[in-house]
Each structure stands twice: as C-alpha cells, then as structure tokens.
C-alpha cells in the first residue's frame, strides 16, 4: 500500500515533466512551423502517454487499496466528504481518467493526419487540455507533506 502510493507520488514527477515537455514540443512544432519527424515528435508524444497510462493504471490500483480512495466514500458516504477528502476520492480519480482520455484520443487523432501541422495541433489541444485537467485536481497540499 505504502509502495503503491510513493510510486504514484514519484511518477507523478516524472508524468507531469514529461507531459510538459510535449505540449510544450507539440506546441513550438505548430507555431513554428515545423516537420513532425518519427525519431523526435513521435517518441515524445508516445513516451508521455505511456508514462501517463502508467501512472493511470497505478492510480487505479491506489484508489482500491488507499483509505483515501474508494474506503474513504465507504466509510463516509459520499455525502460525508469534506472538500480535501471529495478531492483525492473523487475529483483527481474522475478528472484524470477523463484527462487520459483526451490524451489518448490526441494520440490517436494525430496519426489520421499526414500534415505536420495538424499532428502538432492536435497533440498541442488534446494533451494540452489533459494536462490542464490533471494541474486542476493535484491534491498539492499533501503531495510529500
Ligand atoms: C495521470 C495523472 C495522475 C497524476 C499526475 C497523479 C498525481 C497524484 C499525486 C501527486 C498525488 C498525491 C500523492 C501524495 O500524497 O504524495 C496523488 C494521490 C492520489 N491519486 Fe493520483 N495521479 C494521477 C492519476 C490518478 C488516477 C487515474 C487515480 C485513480 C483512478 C488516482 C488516484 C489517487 C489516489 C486515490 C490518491 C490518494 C492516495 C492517498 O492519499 O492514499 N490518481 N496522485
């Protein structure tokens, strides 16, 4: 249990490092103008979202062996939540699954196009708004506290 959750909390590093970096990336490809190469943009984008679906599938396991995941809305109910505890056993757990998906659904679109600049739009809005997403719900206040 400990193990699980000082995993997720040192992907969680590495995850958002690298998320950065792609949208990052995606974005300059975009604005400026430039060729989506398989040996540089390909693997940036593919390595963060595996990272990602790493760190999803961590989390998924930490919901279920946590006392702040899923025992937390048992024991309380889902109306006995104060705003921290509604935080890490409902809005980081729903709002990331949705923000995974997004970044899949970018990663899928991009290959559809043959146009550089529509694969770096495309990973630049859909992981982008992803990692959004994620910064939204980050319990920030316990992360190594
Ligand atoms: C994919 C992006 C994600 C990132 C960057 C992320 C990051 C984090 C961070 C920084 C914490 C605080 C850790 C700490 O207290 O030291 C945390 C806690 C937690 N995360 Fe995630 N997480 C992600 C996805 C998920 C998903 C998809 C789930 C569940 C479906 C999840 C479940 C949890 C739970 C239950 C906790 C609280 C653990 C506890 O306090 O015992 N996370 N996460």
Known sequence: MEVIKNLHS???????AVLVFAVVNALLGWLGKKDFTMHKDLRIS???L????????VGLLLYFVSANGLKAIQTLG?????????LLALE?????IIALALITIG???HKKFME???KFKT????????LLLILSRIPWSQWFN
């Open 78 to 86: 889902m109306g006995g939540l104060n705003a921290p505890a509604r």
């Open 46 to 48: 593919l390595f963060a």
């Open 107 to 109: 990663w899928s679109r």
């Open 92 to 96: 980081h757990p729903f709002i990331n």
């Open 116 to 118: 550089s600049d529509k």
């Open 10 to 16: 040192y992907m969680a590093y590495v995850v958002l």
């Open 123 to 130: 990973i630049s809005i859909f992981y982008g708004l992803g």
């Open 50 to 57: 595996i990272l990602s679906h790493i760190q999803l599938l």
